[in-house]
């Protein structure tokens, strides 16, 4: 049973665009979201986080929104850029009763320059 | 400084082998994960060290799958009588803090199984 869910396998851009990722979920006790990022033959990379106490988290070029109602949460690439490129992961939380994060099966996002 | 480092990369184990893989997480981190990553989706959760303390191994698929962490440092998945389902990139990751805030995530061992 999928609790984390991104349902795009794969998205393409051209370079400067706009990049948007979707998440959806569907235990409404995660409080605790994050982005990973992963390349080929990687483990994925820690990228951006935000807290069910926020909407919205920035950091540079890449942003988190967070709709608790909607349970969705999306991330902002602007601009973006070719070394984008690579899989992209949500994971969700619950940091009451949890260790463990919920991860979606990724999106393939690819810039073309 | 070091990441997360895992060994071997790549196995390939017959089926009804036991296989051991090895996690070396970042430096004074306290919480140690393991992860199952099958083709085409995203990690799932097998188990998680506090220190030396196996607080959770609730993800841990059967009875064949046993975790260690002996000194709180590295860690051990081994795996015994292996199965086709159980080929899969196993990754370990590792946070400095109790509550885990940011994992650091090792480049995974690709376990195959013939």
């Known amino acids: 049973d999928q609790q984390v869910k991104q349902n795009s396998p794969s998205l393409s851009v051209q370079e400067g665009r706009i990049s948007i990722l979707n998440c959806d979920y569907t235990n409404s006790m995660f409080d605790y979201f994050l982005w990973y990022k992963k390349y080929p033959a990687e483990g994925p990379t820690f990228l951006i986080s935000?807290?069910?106490?926020?909407d919205k988290n920035e950091d540079g070029r890449f942003t988190v929104f967070l709709n608790k109602s909607a349970k969705h949460l999306s991330l902002h690439i602007v601009p973006s850029q070719p070394g984008d490129s690579a899989v992209y992961f949500c994971?969700?939380?619950?940091?009451?009763?949890?260790?463990?994060?919920?991860f979606g099966t990724g999106t393939s996002l690819t810039v073309i320059p | 400084g070091a990441g997360v480092s895992q060994s071997p990369r790549y196995k390939v184990a017959k089926r009804g082998q036991d296989v051991a893989l090895r996690c070396d997480p970042i430096?004074?981190?306290?919480?140690l994960f393991w992860y199952q990553q099958a083709l085409g989706q995203g990690p799932e959760f097998l188990t998680y060290?506090?220190?030396?303390?196996?607080?959770?191994k609730s993800g841990l698929p059967s009875d064949r799958f046993f975790a260690e962490r002996p000194e709180g440092s590295v860690s051990t998945l081994k795996i015994q009588r292996t199965q086709q389902e159980d080929s899969a990139v196993y990754l370990c990751?590792?946070?400095?803090?109790?509550?885990?805030?940011?994992?650091?995530f090792g480049p995974g061992t690709r376990l195959t199984v013939t």
């Open positions: 060290f506090q220190n030396e303390a196996q607080l959770d």
């Open positions: 430096s004074g981190h306290v919480s």
């Open positions: 994971a969700a939380s619950d940091r009451a009763t949890g260790n463990q994060f919920y």
């Open positions: 990751a590792s946070s400095p803090l109790r509550y885990h805030d940011e994992q650091y």
């Open positions: 935000i807290s069910s106490i926020k």
